[in-house]
Nanobody, 122 residues
Framework: VQLQASGGGLVQAGGSMRLSCVISGNIGSIHAMGWYRQTPGKQRDLVATITNGGTKNHADSVKGRFTISRDSYANTMYLQMNSLKPEDTGVYYC?????????????????WGQGTLVTVSS
Protein backbone atom coordinates (compact mmCIF):
# COMPACT_ATOMS: atom_id res chain seq x y z
CA VAL A 1 0.00 0.00 0.00
CA GLN A 2 1.24 3.47 -0.89
CA LEU A 3 -0.25 6.75 0.29
CA GLN A 4 0.19 10.18 -1.27
CA ALA A 5 -1.08 13.15 0.73
CA SER A 6 -1.67 16.62 -0.66
CA GLY A 7 -3.63 19.79 -0.07
CA GLY A 8 -1.71 21.52 2.68
CA GLY A 9 -0.72 25.18 2.68
CA LEU A 10 -1.26 28.47 4.42
CA VAL A 11 -4.71 29.62 5.49
CA GLN A 12 -6.04 32.28 7.80
CA ALA A 13 -7.84 31.40 11.00
CA GLY A 14 -11.49 30.72 10.31
CA GLY A 15 -10.76 29.49 6.82
CA SER A 16 -11.18 26.05 5.26
CA MET A 17 -8.91 23.54 3.60
CA ARG A 18 -9.29 20.02 2.23
CA LEU A 19 -6.56 17.42 2.41
CA SER A 20 -6.46 14.44 0.06
CA CYS A 21 -4.73 11.09 0.35
CA VAL A 22 -4.54 8.89 -2.74
CA ILE A 23 -4.24 5.19 -2.00
CA SER A 24 -2.61 2.63 -4.27
CA GLY A 25 -1.41 -0.94 -4.02
CA ASN A 26 -3.13 -3.75 -2.13
CA ILE A 27 -6.19 -1.69 -1.28
CA GLY A 28 -8.39 -4.67 -0.56
CA SER A 29 -6.47 -5.50 2.59
CA ILE A 30 -7.03 -2.10 4.20
CA HIS A 31 -9.20 -2.21 7.32
CA ALA A 32 -9.12 1.42 8.36
CA MET A 33 -7.56 4.74 7.43
CA GLY A 34 -6.94 7.98 9.21
CA TRP A 35 -5.34 11.37 9.49
CA TYR A 36 -2.78 12.29 12.14
CA ARG A 37 -1.18 15.61 13.02
CA GLN A 38 2.30 16.32 14.33
CA THR A 39 3.90 19.52 15.54
CA PRO A 40 7.62 20.01 16.30
CA GLY A 41 8.70 18.27 19.47
CA LYS A 42 5.39 16.51 19.96
CA GLN A 43 4.03 13.08 19.18
CA ARG A 44 1.83 12.33 16.22
CA ASP A 45 -1.77 12.70 17.35
CA LEU A 46 -4.89 11.17 15.87
CA VAL A 47 -7.19 13.61 14.08
CA ALA A 48 -9.78 11.31 12.51
CA THR A 49 -10.25 7.72 11.36
CA ILE A 50 -12.63 5.88 9.07
CA THR A 51 -13.14 2.14 8.76
CA ASN A 52 -14.05 0.10 5.70
CA GLY A 53 -17.56 -0.02 7.05
CA GLY A 54 -17.72 3.76 7.10
CA THR A 55 -17.49 4.23 10.84
CA LYS A 56 -15.88 7.59 11.58
CA ASN A 57 -14.10 8.87 14.63
CA HIS A 58 -12.91 12.43 15.17
CA ALA A 59 -10.70 13.78 17.93
CA ASP A 60 -12.54 16.00 20.39
CA SER A 61 -10.43 18.97 19.36
CA VAL A 62 -11.74 18.83 15.79
CA LYS A 63 -15.31 17.55 16.23
CA GLY A 64 -17.79 19.74 14.44
CA ARG A 65 -15.04 21.36 12.37
CA PHE A 66 -13.27 18.53 10.54
CA THR A 67 -14.83 15.71 8.55
CA ILE A 68 -13.08 12.59 7.30
CA SER A 69 -14.42 10.84 4.22
CA ARG A 70 -13.40 8.29 1.64
CA ASP A 71 -14.19 7.90 -2.04
CA SER A 72 -13.67 4.22 -2.74
CA TYR A 73 -14.08 4.64 -6.50
CA ALA A 74 -11.32 7.25 -6.60
CA ASN A 75 -9.26 5.41 -3.96
CA THR A 76 -8.92 8.68 -2.12
CA MET A 77 -9.43 9.74 1.48
CA TYR A 78 -10.22 13.32 2.41
CA LEU A 79 -10.09 15.56 5.45
CA GLN A 80 -12.34 18.60 5.15
CA MET A 81 -11.18 21.20 7.66
CA ASN A 82 -13.42 24.16 8.46
CA SER A 83 -13.17 26.94 11.02
CA LEU A 84 -9.45 26.41 11.22
CA LYS A 85 -7.56 27.60 14.27
CA PRO A 86 -3.85 28.40 14.73
CA GLU A 87 -3.57 25.33 16.96
CA ASP A 88 -4.52 23.17 13.97
CA THR A 89 -1.14 24.00 12.48
CA GLY A 90 1.06 20.98 11.91
CA VAL A 91 2.15 18.31 9.49
CA TYR A 92 -0.76 16.08 8.59
CA TYR A 93 -0.09 12.44 7.78
CA CYS A 94 -2.47 9.93 6.25
CA UNK A 95 -2.39 6.39 7.54
CA UNK A 96 -3.77 3.05 6.39
CA UNK A 97 -3.93 -0.15 8.39
CA UNK A 98 -3.79 -3.43 6.48
CA UNK A 99 -5.19 -6.50 8.15
CA UNK A 100 -3.77 -9.94 7.40
CA UNK A 101 -4.92 -13.17 8.99
CA UNK A 102 -2.40 -16.03 9.26
CA UNK A 103 -3.13 -19.26 11.08
CA UNK A 104 -6.09 -17.67 12.79
CA UNK A 105 -4.09 -14.71 14.08
CA UNK A 106 -4.86 -11.18 12.90
CA UNK A 107 -1.91 -8.94 12.09
CA UNK A 108 -2.23 -5.20 11.52
CA UNK A 109 0.30 -3.40 9.36
CA UNK A 110 0.22 0.41 9.39
CA UNK A 111 1.45 2.41 6.42
CA TRP A 112 2.15 6.14 6.44
CA GLY A 113 2.09 8.63 3.64
CA GLN A 114 4.40 11.60 3.50
CA GLY A 115 3.16 14.57 5.48
CA THR A 116 1.56 17.71 4.18
CA LEU A 117 2.07 20.93 6.10
CA VAL A 118 -0.91 22.97 7.20
CA THR A 119 -0.23 26.43 8.60
CA VAL A 120 -3.07 28.46 10.10
CA SER A 121 -2.24 32.11 10.68
CA SER A 122 -3.96 34.17 13.35
Amino acid sequence: VQLQASGGGLVQAGGSMRLSCVISGNIGSIHAMGWYRQTPGKQRDLVATITNGGTKNHADSVKGRFTISRDSYANTMYLQMNSLKPEDTGVYYCNAVRTVVRAGITYNYPTWGQGTLVTVSS
